[in-house]
């Protein structure tokens, strides 16, 4: 496998980066994960726009645009997959045992690997840990991960595949990597970016293509909605059939199966909305 790191391709064997790059040593990197469809990344402007965002949020230079595109387009002509998750990581580069930067500016590695297309419904949790909707990491998409790790293993142990956060005064927020959406009197709502969640490219686009509204909602919510579904890049719009104990028989309902079927065929006609 080929990756790309200091402005060219190289072997994944033979590829370094530094022990005391930030990235690893204190979270200090921001990063996109894209989906490869037959060697195209989907919706490539969006996510290098947020990687600017999340970069500019961290205080590091705004990467090379045009490099990560021709990164990306050669990390995906060197390896070619039907179905990709493409990965870009951007972090503050080599520096010193400590928070303060080094000299060296940042590190941009771009890594692709296969993946598989998700079942059309899955199972979450809620979990007891809070998104805080006011840090200064909210709604920047960082490497600084540990938390979802932790609570997507909490998930698994439960037989689920996602992990719901409320934020600090109990408002629904999102998932360990994606974003909720539920639909109550066949309208569908979404937490707004205020809740502290993350601006998905993929609930973006849902909510443009589906009308649906940016609503606080309360965490309970999920007790009683009718339908309940989830995006990101890697699940697209995927329905929920169970909350922690509620089972959601049928999912996906009408409405989600409807943004399915539209988030299908405009992404379908358009990879790069
Ligand atoms: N929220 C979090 C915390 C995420 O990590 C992700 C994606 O990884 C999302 C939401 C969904 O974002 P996108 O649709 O851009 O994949």
Redesign the pocket.
């Known amino acids: 496998m080929k990756i790309w790191l200091d402005g060219g391709l190289q072997d994944i064997e033979s590829a370094r980066v530094s022990v005391f790059d930030h990235g690893l040593t204190v979270g200090d990197g921001v990063f996109e994960?894209l989906k490869a469809v037959h060697g195209h990344a989907f919706a490539l402007t969006r996510?290098l726009d947020?990687l600017t965002r999340s970069a500019r949020g961290l205080g590091l230079p705004d990467p090379d645009q045009d490099e990560v595109r021709r990164a990306c387009a050669a990390v995906l002509e060197a390896n070619p997959v039907p179905l990709g998750r493409l990965r870009i990581t951007y972090t503050g580069g080599h520096g010193p045992l400590g928070s303060d930067r080094g000299e060296h500016g940042p590190t941009l590695v771009v890594a692709v690997g296969e993946t598989t297309r998700r079942p059309d419904s899955t199972a979450v949790i809620t979990v007891p840990w809070t998104r805080n909707e006011r840090g200064a990491l909210t709604g920047l998409?960082t490497t600084s991960?540990a938390e979802?790790v932790v609570a997507l293993a909490r998930a698994r142990e439960r037989g689920a595949s996602e992990a719901l956060f409320a934020n600090t005064v109990g408002q629904l927020c999102?998932?360990?990597?994606?974003?909720v959406f539920v639909v109550l009197d066949g309208e569908i709502h979404t937490p707004p970016l205020a809740s502290g969640?993350?601006?998905?490219?993929?609930?973006?686009l849902a909510i443009e293509w589906t009308g649906a509204t940016e609503t606080d909602l309360p965490l309970d919510v999920l007790e009683r909605a009718d339908e309940v579904f989830l995006?990101?890049?890697?699940r697209d719009v995927q329905a929920v059939h169970r909350v922690d104990g509620r089972e959601l028989p049928g999912a996906p309902g009408p409405a989600t199966a409807k943004a399915m079927r539209i988030f299908e065929e405009r992404s379908g006609n358009d990879l790069d909305p």
Request: with cysteine; aromatic share 4%.
């Open positions: 994960t996510h947020r998409k991960y979802n999102e998932g360990t990597g994606s974003n969640c993350l601006a998905g490219i993929t609930r973006e995006t990101s890049t890697l």
